[in-house]
């Protein structure tokens, strides 16, 4: 029975894990492709953006955040689904993948992105442009994938039918169906 239990668990580690990896690696696609990068132009200090580049900048946050947001509730909501062999372990699985997630999505967007401006403008002259290489700018953006991917876990677990199902008798205690009225009444009045 034991060696059932353990090869549950691997299995649940793996499914999970590797779900929510997968998800990162898709998410890295994604990101790269649909974030347009900020561009540097090189000036005679070294390199400078302007306003209209500073708020790009921000968009490729904002594009980290809506990705990790939209595929950890999905890859939450999902696994917490179809991994019900033990909602416990499956939800402290759900957090390590989601971990393993945001740094998955940010290295592979940052490998598919652009290269680091540093470098590309170290030998042109004034004037030249280079795109920023993606990265998350702040740590928080990295919170999104565990937060989003509890929370589809949560829908689950909120709406799971095993919380309809009959409790079993606490020994000692008296059925509601014996009770008599008084009994209830005089409860109720405390």
Same mark, same amino acid.
């Given at each position: 029975?034991?060696?059932?239990?353990?090869?549950?668990? /691997?299995?649940?580690?793996?499914? &999970?894990? !590797?779900?929510?990896? @997968?998800?990162? *690696?898709?998410? =890295?696609? #994604?990101?790269? $492709?649909?974030?347009?990068?900020?561009?540097?132009?090189?000036?005679?200090?070294?390199?400078?953006?302007?306003?209209?580049? /500073?708020?790009?900048?921000?968009? &490729?946050? !904002?594009?980290?955040? @809506?990705?990790? *947001?939209?595929? =950890?509730? #999905?890859?939450? $909501?999902?696994?917490?689904?179809?991994?019900?062999?033990?909602?416990?372990?499956?939800?402290?699985?759900?957090?390590?993948?989601?971990?393993?997630?945001?740094? &998955?999505?940010?290295?592979?967007?940052?490998?598919?992105?652009?290269?680091?401006?540093?470098?590309? $403008?170290?030998?042109?002259?004034?004037?030249?442009?280079?795109?920023?290489?993606?990265?998350?700018?702040?740590?928080?953006?990295?919170?999104?994938?565990?937060?989003?991917?509890?929370?589809?876990?949560?829908?689950?677990?909120?709406?799971?039918?095993?919380?309809? $199902?009959?409790?079993?008798?606490?020994?000692?205690?008296?059925?509601?169906?014996?009770?008599?009225?008084?009994?209830?009444?005089?409860?109720?009045?405390?």
């Amino acid at each position: 029975m034991t060696a059932r239990v353990g090869r549950g668990a /691997l299995a649940d580690t793996v499914t &999970v894990v !590797g779900a929510l990896v @997968v998800l990162g *690696v898709l998410g =890295g696609v #994604l990101w790269s $492709l649909l974030v347009d990068p900020a561009v540097l132009t090189k000036s005679r200090d070294g390199a400078a953006m302007g306003e209209l580049e /500073l708020s790009r900048r921000f968009a &490729v946050d !904002g594009w980290y955040s @809506v990705i990790a *947001v939209v595929a =950890g509730f #999905l890859g939450g $909501l999902g696994l917490t689904w179809w991994r019900t062999r033990d909602f416990r372990l499956t939800v402290v699985l759900l957090v390590l993948g989601a971990v393993a997630a945001a740094w &998955v999505m940010a290295t592979v967007g940052a490998a598919l992105g652009p290269e680091d401006p540093e470098t590309v $403008l170290a030998e042109a002259e004034r004037g030249a442009h280079a795109p920023v290489a993606l990265a998350v700018s702040a740590v928080p953006f990295y919170l999104m994938w565990p937060v989003a991917v509890l929370a589809g876990s949560l829908m689950v677990l909120w709406s799971s039918p095993g919380a309809d $199902l009959p409790r079993e008798p606490v020994p000692g205690a008296m059925p509601d169906r014996d009770r008599g009225v008084g009994e209830n009444a005089a409860s109720t009045d405390r």
